[in-house]
Structures are given as C-alpha cells and as structure tokens.
C-alpha cells in the first residue's frame, strides 16, 4: 500500500477535498491526524476511518492559531510515535472573509486574515513539523496550491495572491529541506465537489455552475476530494522518492489549453 506505515498530519481535514486526502492515506496504511475546526464532522470522519480498521485521531485546530497548530502536531507525533506526512490542506476563499469580495469593499484585515491562514499557516506547520520530519525515513510536505496559482478569475484576489505564495514556499522549502531529506510538493486542485462548492451551487444552480466550473475541463466533470486524496498519496510514498519541489495541478485538464468543451463538440457535465 501506498503509506503503509506513514504518520500524516493533515489540516482542514475534518471535510471536503482534506477529509479525502484523510480517507485514501487511511485506506493506504497510514496513521491519519485530521486536524480541524470543524469537530462534529472531523471526529465522525476520525470515527469512520477507525471503524474500517485504520488509524484515526481527530483534533481541533485553528491553523491561525500558530500555538494552537504546535500543540497539534505534537500531540499527533506523540499519539503515533512520530510524523511522515504533513499535508497543510486548510484555506479559505475571499467569500470566507467579506460576502462581497472586491478591491473596493474589502480592507487590509481580511488580506492579513487570508495570508495567516493560506500563506503563513503552512510556513508554520513546515516549521513545528521540521523536527518530527527530520526523524522520519521517508519525510514530506505536501502543501494545497490551487489553479488561481496559474490562472484569475473573478472574486478570488488575494486566495489567487496567497496561492502565488504557496506555489513559491514550497520550491524555496524544497531547496531549504533538502539537506534534510524532506520532500516539499504541492498539489492544486481545479473546481472540486466540497461543501464550499454545494453552496455556490444552491446560489446559482446547477447548471450555472457546471457551465461556468466545468466548460474549459477536458475531462468532464468536477473533482471529488479523492482524486487529491490519490496525488498526496502518491507523493508521500516510497514511489515519489525522485520528487521535490513539484507543483502537481489535478484540475481535468482545465490548464492544459485555451478553450471551451463546445470547441470539441463536449457539453457540460451534470453532477
């Protein structure tokens, strides 16, 4: 299996595209940290991936929280003997911090609130981890990029400016942690099926929505969390050993040309 043996911490884990990265590292063997504000759904997820014989621990985390994050990750070192695998999965979207997100009606303190969470959680976690990581055979860090690294689009400024960041902190992690044999990899996702994605969707309709998310994808249809599940599995592994410093897009293809699914005679998928 995949991470047979490996110790994942991974944050934002509780639902959408973490609780699958969570479900196919237990799947895989691994010892799962699910790390989340969300208690109800990261204990029942913990609860879930136990009931199937895997190795589940649920904690609740603020990832802004920068001593909250320590404690976390030590604790989840101390309840499986060490850690493997740092997945640092939370993010937030500018929706999350003014319902109308744009230059105009948005100030310096929802940035600073995006940056903590997207951008600096994610230099901190690496930094709380680096010990753990050191000890482990087989060391990685696995950090969520996005497509808005690569490409803009409308209501998603500063998530597209703190995903440029991340895309940039993991080569300069990369080239840090070298030396210490950790792995630094980044995975960005296209428009995935979370609980974020199901409320743009009661707000604008179905169709709206995979006409708008889905029409430039040569694949067609949306992402579910465990086609990111399968990508951070495969970069922990021993099979990625000759990886570092990757940014990995899972997005159907979405980044791969200029142009739409009518070009080639495709319609939009239905969910």
């Known amino acids: 299996m995949l991470a047979d043996g490996l110790r994942y911490f991974i944050t934002g884990a509780g639902t959408g595209i973490g609780s699958g990265i969570a479900r196919v590292a237990a799947r895989e063997g691994a010892a799962v940290t699910i790390a989340d504000l969300a208690d109800e759904a990261g204990e029942a997820l913990a609860e879930e991936i136990r009931e199937q014989g895997g190795k589940a621990l649920f904690v609740h985390c603020d990832v802004a929280d920068y001593d909250q994050l320590k404690h976390c990750i030590d604790r989840s070192a101390t309840e499986f003997g060490g850690l493997d695998v740092l997945v640092n999965n939370a993010g937030i979207f500018d929706n999350r911090v003014h319902p109308t997100p744009s230059l105009e009606t948005m100030d310096p303190s929802h940035f600073r609130r995006m940056v903590e969470v997207n951008l ?152």
């Open 120 to 271: 600096i959680a994610q230099w901190m976690g690496a930094k709380f981890a680096l010990p753990y990581l050191r000890a482990s055979k087989n060391a990685s860090i696995i950090n969520a990029g996005s497509v808005a690294i690569f490409v803009a689009y409308p209501g998603g400024t500063i998530y597209g400016a703190t995903k440029g960041g991340v895309a940039g902190l993991t080569k300069h992690l990369a080239v840090e942690l070298a030396p210490d044999r950790i792995r630094v990899n980044c995975y960005c996702p296209g428009v995935t099926r979370t609980e974020a994605a199901a409320l743009y969707i009661e707000q604008i309709g179905e169709e709206a929505f995979m006409r708008t998310n889905t029409a430039a994808n040569l694949i067609p249809r949306i992402g579910e969390p465990e086609d990111l599940g399968n990508i951070v599995a495969f970069l922990a592994s021993d099979r990625a050993t000759f990886i570092t410093g990757a940014i990995y897009l899972c997005d159907g293809g979405a980044m791969a040309w200029r142009g739409t699914m009518d070009l080639l005679g495709m319609q939009p998928a239905s969910l």
